[in-house]
């Protein structure tokens, strides 16, 4: 398989990432909660969480498939100019794209564009590292990340891993680097195993993903009680830790999205090309997505209440809505149908735009 097509199959996996997302920003303004007993609620926020593992994981596929073509030097300078430029993006525009505001007095939230920024930044040294290695990085810290919750180093150290500490506010640590940057260095490492034959390929991606899968669901079934809890047995095992991501949660989400990359390869049709579109821009669609949902909320509260109120997002992404002003789940999957609706054509332009400025600014976007 070519290499394009090879590619591809990365994009369409990325965009059906990318779509999911959107719904659980949306689920943010709609003040529906984030686990609840009710299995189309709880599913609507776990159908989410392979957004932020594939997220990472394909930056970092993708970032070896880069370097195979334009170097390791300059995939380097790329990955640091990247991840600081990402930096900067969380704590301005996407900052004001929550809430509609630059008020950095309440809070100031590092999330999954901070965290992958920073380990863009990491990436931009462990690159110069033989594979093996960057492999043994990426496992190790996923497997054994608990082990950075021992160190004691005041508060700062709360930005790389949880360890009992407290951040000064505003600042609301909401992605930790570890074991975040594990998962980029393991999709580096991925990137490897992708550039041979279809048929090594497919066995390679169907083999880890299931092994993954499989090893998820023994490891949830021998640590999740059947007896007690508000949430069934079976959501219980599914309602792993995410922040920081457990070994399970990281195998539950992982395992599925590798083991479909055959799939993807054979997307094709209406789907698959609005989804590789998708794939194409992540970052674009990142920065249009949350804005264009932010809007939509307040026209739903025009709409509902007669009034805008956009105090009741002052402190976006962490929203609580009054149970009488929560959207039922119809309209919040309609509110998502409109916001994917809108966010096609303005992706394909600039994934059209981007192809044919291959330079310049815009391939950091």
């Known amino acids: 398989m070519a290499t394009t097509e090879r590619i591809r199959s990365i994009d369409v ?4 990432i990318m779509v999911l997302m959107a719904i659980d920003h949306v689920r943010v303004y709609s003040g529906v909660p984030a686990v ?4 189309a609620v709880f599913l609507t926020r776990w159908i989410t969480h392979f957004c932020a593992p594939g997220f990472v994981f394909f930056a970092g596929t993708s970032a070896y498939l880069h370097g195979v073509a334009a170097g390791r030097g300059t995939l380097a300078r790329f990955l640091l100019v990247r991840g600081l430029l990402l930096v900067v993006l969380e704590l301005t525009v996407i900052k004001a794209a929550w809430t509609f505001g630059l008020d950095y007095s309440q809070f100031v939230l590092l999330g999954v564009i901070w965290m992958l920024g920073w380990c863009m930044v990491a990436m931009a040294a462990i690159v110069y590292l033989p594979l093996p290695a960057v492999a043994a ?19 700062p150290w709360e930005l790389i891993y949880p360890s ?5 506010p505003p600042l609301v640590v909401l992605y930790t680097l570890v074991p975040w940057l594990g998962v980029m260095a393991a999709g580096y490492a991925f990137g490897h195993l992708l550039r041979g034959s279809e048929p090594r390929r497919r066995r390679w991606c169907l083999g880890i993903g299931l ?3 499989l090893a998820f669901v023994v490891g949830a079934a021998a640590t999740t009680s059947a007896a007690g809890g508000e949430l069934p047995p079976v ?23 590798i083991a479909l990359m055959p799939l993807a390869e054979r997307a094709r049709g209406l789907a698959g090309r609005v989804l590789e579109t998708f ?10 997505h949350i804005p264009l949902i932010h809007a939509l909320a307040l026209a739903v509260g025009w709409l509902r209440e007669g009034a805008v109120h956009g105090e009741w997002y002052a402190t976006a992404p962490y929203v609580r809505l009054a149970p009488e002003h929560r959207w039922s789940l119809w309209l919040l999957y309609a509110a998502f149908a409109v916001a994917v609706a809108l966010l096609y ?8 735009l981007k192809a044919r400025h291959r330079s310049g600014w815009l391939r950091y976007l």
């Open 13 to 16: 996996v990325r965009g059906a």
């Open 36 to 39: 609840s007993p009710e299995p």
């Open 137 to 155: 990085i990426g496992v190790g810290m996923m497997a054994a990340h608990q082990l950075f919750g021992r160190v004691s180093a005041g508060w």
């Open 164 to 168: 009992g500490g407290e951040t000064p």
């Open 211 to 213: 092994a993954a899968t």
């Open 235 to 257: 959501l219980a095992a599914l309602n792993q830790s995410k922040y920081p991501p457990s070994q399970l949660f990281l195998l539950m989400t992982l395992g599925p999205l």
């Open 279 to 288: 794939g194409r821009v992540p970052m674009f669609y990142y920065l249009c």
């Open 345 to 352: 054509p303005l992706c394909r332009w600039f994934a059209d």
